[in-house]
């Protein structure tokens, strides 16, 4: 094993802040990323059926 404690593993030498705010910022960016795509996906299927809610409308 290349560290000898936990401790030693996040403080991967003084580096541990850099190397786990990058690993957090990614997280975050890609959760938020995820995110969007489903909130994004969800208000176009709600646009779609009202859309074809009102296009049923004006046909009766």
Request: charged fraction near 15%; avoid cysteine.
């Amino acid at each position: 094993m290349a560290f000898n404690s936990l401790a030693e593993f996040f403080a991967m030498g003084h580096h541990g802040v850099y190397v786990w705010t990058s690993y957090g910022l990614t997280f975050l960016a890609i959760a938020y990323l995820v995110w969007q795509a489903k909130a994004q996906r969800q208000r176009f299927f709600k646009e779609q059926i009202q859309q074809l809610k009102r296009g049923q409308q004006h046909e009766s």
